[in-house]
């Protein structure tokens, strides 16, 4: 099985941006992290990011025919997007949403999540151990047809 794993603006620059907050790993360093797991699961992992909020609506509308699940990390526009909610509804497919940072510790502009009411789960404030996390909930949930 393909599943999604879609990261949204600014994760490009993971490893140079605030460290401290966001880790010292690079995008690179994730995808490669997120196609191993995937694999050792039996999955596998599409990995793409984009700073466009419609790269990110377009690509999970491209998820409902090509995948059985999406792992997000849709960054800020976690908190702005109705319009990845609307597609996320849309699609029907289990989502994982995922934060690197505990989202809740920080600015209160960043509490609100448009993502996580079309959400199977969230995981948040685990970093990038939160990809394999959510991967692992994926492979169990196609594994039991259980979106
Ligand atoms: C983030 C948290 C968001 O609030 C922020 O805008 C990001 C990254 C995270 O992974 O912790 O870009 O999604």
Do not use: K
């Amino acid at each position: 099985p393909v599943v999604f794993v879609l990261n949204g603006p600014n994760l490009n620059l993971l490893g140079l941006r605030e460290p401290a907050i966001y880790g010292a790993g690079t995008l690179a360093d994730l995808e490669q992290q997120c196609r191993a797991s995937a694999a050792r699961l039996g999955l596998s992992a599409d990995v793409r990011q984009s700073n466009h909020e419609g790269d990110l609506v377009d690509w999970i509308q491209e998820a409902r025919t090509a995948a059985q699940g999406i792992v997000l990390n849709a960054g800020a526009f976690t908190h702005t997007s109705v319009a990845i909610h609307d597609a996320l509804r849309a699609v029907g497919l289990p989502v994982i949403e995922v934060h690197l940072s505990n989202v809740h510790a920080r600015e209160s502009f960043r509490h609100h999540s448009f993502v996580s009411p079309v959400a199977a789960g969230v995981i948040v404030g685990l970093g990038t151990d939160g990809y394999d996390f959510a991967l692992e909930a994926l492979a169990r949930r196609i594994s039991r047809r259980d979106p």
